[in-house]
């Protein structure tokens, strides 16, 4: 990797290569840019979210609260972090990711249910509830937060 390439074409060749399927290459690409310009916003953003899609949650984590240090107000990078937590069963660190989405955006209905469904992971049903029906006031056609009240009235 030649630190002289410029950044914008290695953005461009890892989304193009992200869009044709080849995740892990596109991942390796910004990989090593990310360890030639640790600090490059535009660069982590892609990076957290391919290692969210391919998976990689652990990356994912890392690079998304790398980002989140530099710019907290970022709806979706909150939103991303918290599912990556949560697929590696850290519910409570996923649970105050999910809080900060809920304070920037308290309408995020994806988010109402994720923070319903970490709720009922942690035991805290009466609160799994309230989040849950708020999604329902929203989208009452929620198939997520109606499969969790149905969870929830069998507890």
């Known amino acids: 990797f030649d630190p ?3 950044l914008t074409e290695v953005y461009q060749a890892s989304k193009r290569l992200y869009r044709e399927g080849q995740v892990n290459e596109a ?6 840019a ?8 535009k660069l982590n953003k892609l990076l957290g979210l391919m290692s969210f899609k391919g998976k990689d949650y652990a990356t994912a984590v890392d690079i998304l ?7 907290p107000d970022t709806e979706e ?4 972090l918290s599912l990556s937590q949560k697929k590696m069963g850290r ?3 996923s649970l105050e990711a999910s809080k900060r989405v809920y304070e920037i955006h308290p309408e995020n209905v994806n988010n109402l249910v994720n923070l319903s469904d970490l709720n ?3 035991g805290k049903y009466k609160e799994a509830k309230e989040y849950s029906e708020k999604a329902l006031e929203l989208d009452p056609e ?3 937060a109606k499969k969790i009240l149905k969870y929830l009235e069998k507890v």
């Open 4 to 6: 002289n390439v410029n």
């Open 27 to 32: 991942l390796n690409v910004l990989m090593k």
């Open 34 to 41: 990310h360890s030639v310009e640790p600090n490059n916003q």
């Open 65 to 71: 609260s790398q980002y989140l240090q530099m710019d």
């Open 77 to 80: 990078m909150w939103y991303y």
């Open 91 to 93: 519910y409570l660190s």
């Open 120 to 122: 009922r992971l942690t």
């Open 142 to 144: 929620n198939h997520n």
